[in-house]
């Protein structure tokens, strides 16, 4: 049978002890503290129902529009929107897809051959294995290190027969933008190579704090290289479930207009993107404003409960974020993070992710979600920090 098969979906289907553990507690009827939920429509935040709808309802009335990049008016508003934060663009610099994920494989088939390899950061989010070897690429990391700020690892680089270079900013979970410096040096050595950047900002509307040296849009700096910059709803807006993204093409004028021009007989190839969802855009855009207002100000506020129930000689660490939704936390390493992230599930009802699911090699580190409502966070992390102290 494994014949009829593709080798890209050659990886196990099989769960690891935690999903097993998780998944026994749950059918058991057990509560749990859950401080790993990234969605952010079942985090109890308020939803602008209203306008959201009447968003569908004034484009309900609108023809099928097939266009591969996306209709004129929601490309203009994605532009608005990078205008919001200070990028200016040109419609023409825009394309539409159906999710971050989709921008993705678009780009992958854009830029790549099959067997060619796809340079990948780590520590980061586990989603670029599979959508590199889906589109028959082979998923190449590089080192992100740590020295009480993220930088990139250069001589972790290997450039052989390379297809693109994904950058996120701000990094999924480590809430690290990428430094001028570093931005600036990675360009130089892609320009150099022949290669794009694909850099993922769907996390930039959601600093922590001041970053002087930081990037916080790419999008709007320049470079000698090809850059696509990933943005979308599911995260700036908090409506994953509307399934919509956007890719901004930068760089040298010649680069941009071929890569368009390619990109657009891929999209017009699938021509994934609802047409209803496009012409609601620039409604959903505004009301998603006041979801990613919520969200700041929750991840802020459990950032902050976290670092007070800390204080100041707790053994557990809480490394430095300037962006994002997560908090890395390091705990002694009498056992590894896996067994960790076992024990406060089983013993005190508490589900968190082990950093090496992040592939974080810093020790035994977890990770929490920011966007947990704060009752549930506030008590989740007092569990752990008691677990800590009694082991």
Same mark, same amino acid.
């Given at each position: 049978? /494994?014949?009829?098969?593709?080798?890209?979906?050659? %990886?196990?289907?099989?769960?690891?002890?935690?999903?097993?553990?998780?998944?026994?507690?749950?059918?058991? &009827?057990?509560?749990?503290?859950?401080?790993?939920?990234?969605?952010?429509?079942? $985090?109890?935040?308020?939803?602008? *129902?209203?306008?959201?709808?009447?968003?569908?309802? *004034?484009?309900?009335?609108?023809?099928?529009?097939?266009?591969?990049?996306?209709?004129?008016?929601?490309?203009?508003?994605?532009?608005?929107?990078?205008?919001?934060?200070?990028?200016?663009?040109?419609?023409?610099?825009?394309?539409?897809?159906?999710?971050?994920?989709?921008?993705?494989?678009?780009?992958?088939?854009?830029?790549?051959?099959?067997?060619?390899?796809?340079?990948?950061? /780590?520590?980061?989010?586990?989603?670029?294995?599979?959508?590199?070897? =889906?589109?028959?690429?082979?998923?190449?990391?590089?080192?992100?290190?740590?020295?009480?700020?993220?930088?990139?690892?250069?001589?972790?680089?290997?450039? #052989?027969?390379?297809?693109?270079?994904?950058?996120?900013?701000?990094?999924?979970?480590?809430?690290?933008?990428?430094?001028?410096?570093?931005?600036?040096?990675?360009?130089?050595?892609?320009?150099?190579?022949?290669?794009?950047?694909? $850099?993922?900002?769907?996390?930039?509307?959601?600093?922590?704090?001041?970053?002087?040296?930081?990037?916080?849009?790419?999008?709007?700096?320049?470079?000698?290289?090809?850059?696509?910059?990933? @943005?979308?709803?599911?995260?700036?807006?908090?409506?994953?479930? =509307?399934?919509?993204?956007?890719? +901004?093409?930068?760089?040298?004028?010649?680069?941009?207009? @071929? +890569?368009?021009?390619?990109?657009?007989?891929?999209?017009?190839?699938?021509?994934?993107?609802?047409?209803?969802?496009?012409?609601?855009?620039?409604?959903?855009?505004?009301?998603?404003?006041? $979801?990613?207002?919520?969200?700041?100000?929750?991840?802020?506020?459990?950032?902050?409960? =976290?670092?007070?129930?800390?204080?100041?000689?707790?053994?557990?660490?809480?490394?430095?974020?300037?962006? &994002? %939704?997560?908090?890395?936390?390091? $705990?002694?390493?009498?056992?590894?993070?896996?067994? %960790?992230?076992? #024990?406060?599930?089983?013993?005190?009802?508490?589900?968190?992710?082990?950093?090496?699911?992040?592939?974080? #090699?810093?020790?035994?580190?977890?990770?929490?979600?920011?966007?947990?409502?704060?009752?549930?966070?506030?008590?989740?992390?007092?569990?752990?920090?008691?677990?800590?102290?009694? #082991?």
């Amino acid at each position: 049978m /494994e014949r009829l098969f593709s080798r890209r979906l050659a %990886w196990t289907t099989a769960e690891n002890d935690l999903a097993r553990a998780e998944a026994a507690a749950r059918a058991s &009827g057990r509560p749990l503290l859950d401080l790993t939920v990234s969605n952010p429509t079942q $985090v109890g935040l308020h939803y602008p *129902d209203e306008e959201i709808a009447r968003a569908f309802a *004034d484009a309900a009335t609108n023809p099928y529009q097939p266009s591969p990049l996306g209709v004129p008016s929601a490309r203009a508003a994605v532009v608005a929107d990078y205008a919001r934060r200070g990028v200016g663009l040109d419609v023409n610099q825009v394309a539409l897809t159906a999710s971050s994920s989709e921008s993705y494989a678009l780009l992958f088939k854009l830029l790549g051959d099959p067997g060619q390899t796809v340079l990948c950061p /780590e520590p980061s989010y586990p989603l670029f294995e599979y959508l590199a070897r =889906l589109e028959s690429l082979i998923p190449r990391p590089y080192r992100l290190r740590f020295d009480g700020l993220w930088h990139i690892d250069f001589d972790s680089l290997d450039f #052989t027969d390379v297809a693109a270079i994904i950058l996120v900013s701000p990094n999924n979970p480590t809430g690290s933008f990428v430094s001028r410096e570093d931005f600036d040096r990675l360009a130089g050595l892609a320009a150099e190579h022949g290669h794009a950047l694909i $850099v993922d900002e769907v996390f930039a509307d959601f600093p922590l704090g001041p970053s002087a040296d930081a990037v916080t849009a790419v999008a709007g700096r320049p470079s000698p290289s090809l850059v696509f910059s990933l @943005g979308g709803l599911s995260k700036s807006c908090g409506l994953p479930h =509307l399934k919509l993204g956007w890719i +901004a093409t930068t760089g040298p004028d010649a680069l941009v207009r @071929g +890569a368009l021009a390619r990109l657009e007989l891929i999209a017009d190839t699938y021509l994934s993107v609802g047409t209803p969802v496009q012409m609601a855009l620039p409604g959903l855009l505004q009301a998603g404003a006041s $979801v990613r207002r919520q969200i700041l100000e929750r991840v802020q506020r459990n950032r902050q409960a =976290l670092v007070k129930a800390l204080g100041a000689h707790s053994p557990c660490t809480l490394l430095p974020a300037e962006a &994002g %939704w997560c908090a890395i936390l390091r $705990v002694p390493e009498i056992m590894s993070d896996e067994a %960790w992230a076992g #024990t406060l599930l089983e013993q005190d009802g508490v589900l968190v992710q082990p950093g090496y699911f992040f592939d974080l #090699t810093m020790g035994a580190t977890l990770v929490l979600s920011l966007i947990v409502q704060e009752p549930v966070f506030a008590e989740g992390v007092a569990r752990l920090l008691a677990r800590v102290a009694a #082991t």
